[in-house]
T-cell receptor
Framework: EAGVTQSPTHLIKTRGQQATLRCSPI?????VYWYQQALGLGLQFLLW???????NRGNFPPRFSGRQFPNYSSELNVNALELEDSALYLC??????????????FGAGSRLTVL | SQELEQSPQSLIVQEGKNLTINCTSS?????LYWYKQKYGEGLIFLMM?????EEKSHEKITAKLDEKKQQSSLHITASQPSHAGIYLC???????????FGSGTRLLVRP
């Protein structure tokens, strides 16, 4: 069974540009989570999608947005990139609420560098 | 996150030694999860604890949940270089299915 896959593995952008990161969850999982792991800041919750809807959002500006597609894959968009957006972006999936324990399975991450 | 405090922040031990990592919550826990991360990679799920007093073990790693203290501990027995990495605790703080993570404990095991 394929795990959570993320693309691209690495992405280099300049300030002001837009970045799009993609995530495919484990087959059967309806929930997708996005986290940002910047140097020295730990793992920060960004967004949670389930069944195509945004369920929860972390303390990030509106230029961080995303969506979940009918096949449960997801993309994260970061507009007007700033230097401090440089980080490892991790996607995770889970069976969804109501399924009991909410064990997240993580992808390997997409490393975004903003120059 | 300040809602979940991990200690110590980093740890260097000699191979074969035992060690303990702690995770303390400022709020009631609705599930406590332990993950391990290799540097710059994704997180690997280790264990989940849901009930006060619950204790789980996998190979040489044991995790306990003290519900009253809102604290969990992760104990590694006879550490090996393969145990090196960043250990993170995560918790559902308000039963919202949103996992918040501690800042992590960096473990280095010297051969």
């Amino acid at each position: 069974e394929a795990g959570v896959t993320q693309s691209p593995t690495h992405l280099i952008k300049t300030r002001g540009q837009q970045a799009t990161l993609r995530c495919s969850p484990i087959s059967g999982h309806t929930s997708v989570y996005w986290y940002q792991q910047a140097l020295g800041l730990g793992l920060q919750f960004l967004l949670w999608y389930d069944e195509g809807e945004e369920r929860n959002r972390g303390n990030f500006p509106p230029r961080f947005s995303g969506r979940q597609f009918p096949n449960y894959s997801s993309e994260l968009n970061v507009n007007a990139l700033e230097l401090e957006d440089s980080a490892l972006y991790l996607c995770a999936s889970s069976p969804g609420p109501g399924s009991g324990a909410n064990v997240l399975t993580f992808g390997a991450g997409s490393r975004l560098t903003v120059l | 996150s300040q809602e979940l405090e991990q200690s110590p922040q980093s740890l260097i031990v000699q191979e074969g030694k035992n060690l303990t990592i702690n995770c303390t919550s400022s709020k009631t826990l609705y599930g406590l999860y332990w993950y391990k991360q290799k540097y710059g990679e994704g997180l690997i799920f280790l264990m989940m604890l849901q009930k006060g007093g619950e204790e789980k073990s996998h190979e040489k790693i044991t995790a306990k949940l003290d519900e009253k203290k809102q604290q969990s501990s992760l104990h590694i027995t006879a550490s090996q270089p393969s145990h090196a990495g960043i250990y993170l605790c995560g918790a559902d703080m308000d039963s919202s299915y949103k996992l918040i993570f501690g800042s992590g404990t960096r473990l280095l095991v010297r051969p």
